[in-house]
């Protein structure tokens, strides 16, 4: 056997390995998936007797602020009492002046009353990052029963928030979280997003998280809705200001307190989009990668790997083989058997993004460049390994998250 034959044999091994990942994620989504609890559809009860404040964490997000609002303000009420409050991180951009313009449109009787607040300059030698100080600042303020954190890249269905309450009320939770469905804008996003969509959905640990024996505890930041005197308990986000995937340290906090924790999905009331452009996905998915990922190297440069294993390879084999096949003259059968299974593993990538279309409604849009999407990420991986683990370039919309955990 001549050295061609051997990279041959290679190739159609990856092509085939490729093949049984995107064989194993499909399968992996429709069992994970079957068994997901879901928000509840019914919203024509009678409103609860209670009272809500949602809260909205913005730092420069003027691209966002105006279609999250409008979309709350918008929302069918959920309860007899409820508010919301923009908590603003001190934004340099027009945050502020489009949040104020935003709420003056919609001041009338028949919507919430709503404001802004300055979060103020974070405290000197103290650890504060992310939207934790904007949160903790918004808190000082909230007196309602319950509390509803959402991020200001998320649009809300009408009636969203009040399914959301009735069932928190309903099965008697403490945090109450929702799983949003990832929507796209940019070419960045149509490339990267849809896979990672895959992946977390793969691993989603919905089951255990909602299982109150299972130590597991998983909940969505997007979404976050919080009996006030079970966030209070935990100590809320003053307890967690160091932590940079926050969302997941309040969960695991009302779980160890002994509370109930209840994440479900909210896939046709919550939509998320996450970023403008690639530089935005570049920096978000490198600063939360290797902590997602429980702070392994191992698992994160394996998964990423993986990644480009299934997604990336393929579209490089095929090519490659029908150009060798061309080229030989003695192995054309084996380097065709090449490209069949680089153009099965293809295949299955598109039946990926199908199964997506039909159970998120999630266009094919730029299916095509999942290959790139998968480059990307194999990019992603090792570099949030180093940031996290140098500090350097470890950032998050400009700030430092090197230095916050440093002072």
């Known amino acids: ?23 194993i994620l499909l399968l992996g989504l429709q069992r994970v998936f079957a068994s997901a609890p879901t928000l509840w559809h019914n919203s024509d009860q009678d409103i609860t007797d209670t009272s809500l404040s949602v ?30 409050l923009v908590v603003d991180d001190q934004s340099s951009d027009n945050t502020v002046k489009i949040a104020e313009q935003a709420i003056g449109s919609f001041a ?63 099965e008697k939770a403490d945090l109450f979280s929702l799983a949003p469905r990832l929507t796209c804008g940019c070419l960045a996003e149509w490339m990267v997003q849809p896979i990672m969509a895959s992946l977390l959905g793969l691993g989603f640990p919905i089951l255990e998280a909602n299982d109150p024996a299972s130590t597991v505890a998983f909940a969505a930041g997007p ?37 109930r924790l209840r994440y479900v999905l909210g896939i046709d009331a919550v939509n998320l989009q996450m970023y403008a452009n690639l530089q935005a996905l570049w920096e978000g998915w490198s600063k939360n990668w290797f902590l997602g990922l429980d702070r392994s190297i191992s698992k994160s440069l394996g998964a990423g790997g993986v990644v480009v294993l299934m997604f990336t390879l ?10 060798m096949a061309c080229l030989s003259s003695h192995d054309q059968i084996l380097w ?27 266009p094919l849009r730029h299916w095509w460049l999942m290959g790139i999407g998968g480059f990307i990420i194999g990019l992603i991986a090792p570099t949030s390994v180093w940031k ?14 090197a230095e916050a955990q440093a002072r």
Not at 112 to 129: F, M, N, T
């Open 314 to 323: 393929p579209w490089l084999l095929l090519p490659a083989s029908l150009t």
């Open 223 to 259: 979404f976050m809705l919080f009996r006030r005197d079970s966030y209070n308990s935990i100590g809320g986000h003053r307890a967690l200001a160091g932590e940079v995937v926050e969302d997941l340290a309040l969960a695991r906090r009302i779980k160890e307190g002994g509370f």
């Open 336 to 362: 065709l058997s090449d490209a069949g299974l680089g153009l099965v593993a293809i295949l299955m990538q598109l039946s990926v993004r199908l199964w997506t279309r039909a159970r998120f409604s999630v």
């Open 1 to 23: 056997m001549n050295l061609l034959q051997i990279v041959a044999l290679v190739a159609g091994v990856t092509a085939l390995a490729a093949s049984i990942g995107l064989s």
């Open 108 to 170: 009338d009787a028949h919507h919430p009353s709503a404001a802004v607040l300055q979060a103020g300059p974070r405290p000197k030698g103290e650890r504060w990052v992310g939207k934790n100080w904007g949160c903790s600042q918004a808190m000082e303020l909230v007196k309602s029963e319950w509390v509803l954190f959402i991020d200001a890249d998320v649009t809300l269905a009408p009636d969203a928030i009040r399914r959301a309450l009735h069932q928190s009320i309903h």
């Open 388 to 401: 996290s683990l140098t500090g350097r370039g470890w950032t998050w919309k400009g700030r430092s998250l």
């Open 55 to 84: 809260v909205i964490p913005a730092f420069n997000e003027a691209n966002n602020i105006e279609g999250c609002l409008t979309h709350v303000l918008m929302s069918d009420k959920p309860c007899s009492q409820w508010d919301v």
